[in-house]
């Protein structure tokens, strides 16, 4: 039976605190108001204040990791206290709570990927339907064409009288014939197969569809100033694309296939009947949006260290304490991502990018296996990361 609690706070009493492992429960403002600061002070990132029928500490909470930012009372506080595995019961009960904090979620990582963006490129990507052949000509001369013949069709579709329409035209009657892409326009299919480096959906590209991955990986990334940046890897059991289908607003990144992946498709109407039917499902979205959040914030610490080599073993340390991994975790682990990836991640120009992997190659000494890298001692590489990140 679902039993929430009421805790009081005084004014200047500190809810949670950025670093610690408050994270198996989180507040709901009943009475007064909040400011939430963080130690990183990210551009563009403001002090956040905070009142009734807000939110507090949902993202580590429900991604199960450290605090991200320290909550102080501004005025004497009553909040509402929900443990982590109270939330399915809940949002089973009020509906409306869960749609507030996913909707939020959606909307702030909105927000996160365009801050982490402009830090990692010192730009941000058009939000224009142009910008589908700026990354349908990144893609082609990658030599990536059946990420790059999508992106041409989608730009095709988008802009029938845009600048570039012949010349899209031509490349993608070029590479069809030899394309592994699929899936141009939706289907009815409620499961899709798409071949390793193919396109899923691409940045500015219209559409409504969640994706939850079956089987394989997909890699989440976006181009500007002819530089890509990956914002995350994602394996079985992770969603995406939600917040095209949760703010009807065209797609804020590309999603391609890291692997060969079998995914589940969400429209809007099953996603209506999940929100209504399945509180374990909407739980499960509230989770990978918190923890899609908690590695955004963690990015954006990492967009300030300034030092390549430091960045890529921060990227490292990112991706192990995502798998759950901890500071006294001394046996190997096997990672699902490559020394190029983590550069992508780190968004490190092409000319730098030799040193960078040179410098980190002799201080991390990562073992390659089958092109991933294998991470021998854990804690070495989380305790010299966390040292890095005190220094941005």
Request: aromatic fraction near 8%; glycine fraction near 4%; include cysteine.
């Amino acid at each position: 039976m679902l039993q929430l609690s009421f805790v009081n706070y005084k004014k200047g009493a500190a809810i949670v605190v950025e670093g610690k492992a408050q994270s198996d429960r989180f507040f709901i403002i009943q009475v007064g108001q909040v400011q939430c600061v963080s130690e990183v002070k990210i551009p563009g990132q403001e002090q956040t204040i905070l009142g009734p029928g807000d939110f507090v500490g949902v993202i580590p909470c429900m991604s199960n990791h450290l605090q991200i930012e320290t909550v102080i009372a501004m005025t004497d506080v009553t909040v509402i206290a929900v443990m982590r595995d109270q939330y399915p019961e809940l949002i089973a009960k009020n509906t409306p709570v869960a749609m507030k904090i996913i909707r939020t979620f959606a909307n702030r990582m909105r927000v996160l990927n365009g801050v982490l963006t402009k830090l990692t490129l010192n730009n941000v990507a058009s939000e224009s339907p142009e910008q589908l052949f700026k990354v349908a000509s990144f893609y082609d001369k990658a030599n990536r064409p059946d990420v790059a013949i999508y992106a041409y069709y989608q730009y095709l579709k988008a802009c029938p009288t845009g600048a570039a329409v012949e010349q899209a035209k031509q490349r993608f009657i070029k590479l069809k014939p030899t394309s592994k892409a699929v899936y141009f326009e939706p289907t009815e299919e409620m499961t899709r197969k798409y071949p390793k480096g193919t396109m899923i959906f691409c940045e500015n590209q219209s559409g409504a569809d969640m994706f939850i991955i079956q089987s394989g990986e997909v890699s989440i990334s976006k181009v500007v100033d002819g530089n890509e940046v990956t914002l995350a890897v994602l394996k079985k059991g992770d969603m995406f694309g939600e917040m095209a289908l949760l703010e009807n607003k065209p797609r804020s990144a590309s999603a391609i296939a890291h692997e060969e992946c079998v995914l589940m498709v969400v429209n809007r109407k099953n996603f209506d009947l999940m929100v209504a039917t399945q509180a374990q499902l909407i739980a499960r979205l509230t989770t990978t949006l918190a923890e899609r959040l908690w590695a955004l914030h963690r990015q954006l610490t990492n967009s300030q260290i300034k030092e390549y080599s430091h960045k890529l073993i921060d990227m490292l340390s990112l991706q192990l304490e995502k798998a759950k991994l901890n500071i006294t975790s001394t046996q190997a682990f096997q990672t699902n991502i490559s020394v190029q990836d983590l550069v992508t991640m780190c968004g490190i120009p092409t000319s730098h990018q030799a040193q960078a992997i040179n410098e980190f190659t002799s201080l991390a000494q990562p073992k390659i296996v089958a092109g991933k890298i294998l991470v021998a001692k854990p804690n070495e590489i989380i305790k010299a990361a966390a040292f890095y990140r005190s220094k941005a």
